[in-house]
């Protein structure tokens, strides 16, 4: 039997960054809100403590704050003629275990992304011409929104968020120090850039020696301390390296939990429900909108929650399964091309160097998670494609926070003993002076990328598990491999002695290799519902009172971390619902 909870005004699907920063806006319009989330309630002070130490074995080896693979996992192929099977280890889903989601174990960049991303299919034919951009594999699609449009956002989230950084170019006006490729901004971070350590030396100088542009990262681990918007205050970064799988005791790291819980539980028009796992959202008797969600508890009982309004905000996978699963909207098809839900997944396309050097210190466990430098010179269409065969580019970067010396056992010279003696002196060498250049690259979705319902493996409630089956784009691929060759060259001018590039795109794509966890689509988002799942205000075509939120709406993949664009699109679609769509409920325009 199914109970029954009392009608909301609008249930929240999920509580990371998205859910918490839509319940915040809309219960403080006075909305009552009721959010579910399929794990517990993890919260900074009992869970990750100063008195806590960082434990590399718990989390970031265990995993401790992700969700384990047993209670959410994808089955996979590379093309339509293979058998998905499931991935039944930790992998490129990093979902996180409780509230918070992954905005608590997160590492902590802090991007926007360029005016170029959001109208990649028009610039791209603009300045290329059609066949550029019609290549007869990739599917390339704006998203019905500009970077102009979203700035206002942005710059709302990284005040709540307290990001720290430098700014490129504001109202036009290029910064020095900053990123001069970013697209315009009002203002100023909320918060300085944190500081320049030695392996961001050492990349500074070569990339500036070069003519390119570097910048340090704008990051959520905080550079002073600071009060946001809400009224809620976090403390100065201590450098501890322990950031990525990690919560932060310090308060120094943005998450839901150290910038919004604090004032959202305290509203009574604000309630939770954890450790519950939402099913469906039910149709209403004529289809044409939703009147709340099924859940299920940690007791195995079915609830219903009514609701005027249904937020997905869930993890980009959950998303799109729940969409499957309840039968809102049409099942995309790879072979006619019709249909939106499931649609244009894509990854990212990584690339880079590892190097090592000789007669340096580099000293990898000082640092912090995003901290880093970074040229964005062959980046978007920040360079001339005309002679390349393929489009976009990738962030090159620097990080500071290699440090983890379970993880970086590894990390050696190649000729390196791997056992024994050889390999402890080796270890102990190279681990202060070990460092990489990691390439962030976009990454287009190909016709026959599709995000579907196995029919063949189910969860513990009989739901069947999401089935991705995707494959990089050649265009990806090439330009993996001009921006690996771009960072191998950086090496050496950093005065490297050992150089060795790596490629994930060299290879077939494989859930089981993280070479990030920035997956994107299937639930996209546009102005045409002929290829879009939701309109430019996160709004369902098919059910008006329906918003789904989160990079699930990301019609494309950028060169850069997605969380900065989550939280200005959810910001834009919460402050739409309360000033707009509960006066007239009907479709955005």
């Not at 910038?259 to 004529?286: A, E, M, W």
């Not at 060759?485 to 050496?492: L, Q």
Request: proline share 6%.
């Amino acid at each position: 039997m199914v109970s029954k909870r009392p009608k909301a005004d609008v249930v929240v699907v999920g509580l990371g960054w998205s859910g918490s920063l839509m319940a915040e806006e809309l219960t403080r319009a006075g909305l009552n809100v009721v959010a579910i989330d399929r794990g517990p309630w993890i919260d900074t002070s009992t869970h990750t403590p100063p008195a806590v130490d960082p434990d590399e074995l718990r989390w970031g080896q265990r995993k401790e704050f992700l969700s384990p693979p047993r209670d959410n996992t994808v089955t996979f192929r590379n093309h339509a003629g293979q058998t998905a099977a499931p991935l039944r280890d930790y992998g490129i889903f990093e979902l996180g275990r409780g509230v918070g989601g992954a905005g608590f174990h997160w590492a902590g960049m802090a991007w926007r992304f360029s005016p170029w991303d959001f109208e990649v299919r028009s610039r791209t034919i603009e300045r290329y011409g059609r066949r550029k951009a019609e290549d007869g594999e990739m599917q390339l699609q704006d998203w019905g929104v500009t970077y102009d449009t979203l700035e206002p956002f942005y710059d709302q989230w990284e005040r709540i968020a307290g990001i720290s950084g430098k700014a490129g170019n504001i109202k036009g006006q290029i910064q020095p120090g900053g990123n001069p490729f970013e697209g315009p901004r009002a203002r100023d971070y909320p918060t300085p850039k944190l500081k320049t350590l030695r392996i961001m030396e050492l990349f500074n100088k070569a990339t500036t020696d070069m003519g390119l542009h570097p910048f340090t990262i704008p990051c959520a681990n905080i550079s002073e301390p600071y009060t946001n918007p809400l009224g809620v205050s976090m403390g100065a970064c201590t450098y501890c390296g322990f950031c990525l799988a990690y919560g932060c005791g310090n308060f120094s790291k943005s998450s839901p939990q150290a910038c919004i819980f604090p004032v959202l539980v305290r509203r009574p028009n604000f309630k939770v429900i954890t450790r519950s796992c939402v099913t469906k959202v039910n149709k209403s008797s004529d289809g044409k909108t939703v009147t709340g969600v099924t859940f299920i508890d940690e007791n195995g009982h079915e609830w219903e929650q009514p609701a005027d309004i249904v937020c997905l905000t869930a993890f980009q996978v959950d998303n799109v399964r729940i969409l499957l699963n309840s039968g809102v909207g049409k099942t995309y098809d790879p072979k006619s091309g019709e249909g939106t839900i499931g649609r244009n997944f894509s990854f990212q396309t990584v690339s880079g160097t590892d190097m090592w050097f000789e007669d340096e210190h580099i000293n990898p466990f000082i640092g912090t998670g995003g901290l880093g430098s970074q040229i964005d010179d062959y980046n978007g269409d920040n360079f001339d494609h005309s002679k390349l065969d393929f489009i976009g580019g990738a962030g090159i970067l620097t990080l500071a926070r290699d440090g983890a010396p379970i993880a970086k056992a590894a990390a050696l010279p190649e000729g390196s003993p791997r056992w024994g003696s050889g390999f402890k002196k080796a270890y102990a060498k190279y681990y202060r002076n070990y460092g990489t250049i990691f390439n962030q690259g976009c990454s287009m979705p190909t016709r026959s990328a599709t995000l579907d319902l196995d029919p063949t493996y189910r969860d513990k409630f009989g739901v069947p598990l999401l089935r991705l089956t995707y494959d990089y784009a050649q265009s990806d691929r090439n330009m993996a491999k001009f921006t690996m060759d771009r960072a191998v060259e950086i090496a050496r001018a950093m005065g490297a002695a050992h150089v060795t590039g790596f490629n994930f795109a060299d290879k077939a794509f494989s859930t089981a290799v993280i070479a990030s966890d920035h997956v994107i689509g299937g639930a996209v988002m546009g102005d045409d519902p002929a290829t879009s799942a939701v309109n430019p205000w996160l709004q369902s075509w098919d059910a008006h009172n329906l918003f789904v939120v989160g990079a699930s709406a990301f019609p494309n993949n950028a060169g850069y971390n997605p969380t900065g664009t989550v939280g200005a699109l959810a910001i834009r679609t919460a402050q739409a619902i309360h000033q707009t769509y509960v006066r007239n409920p009907a479709r955005l325009a």
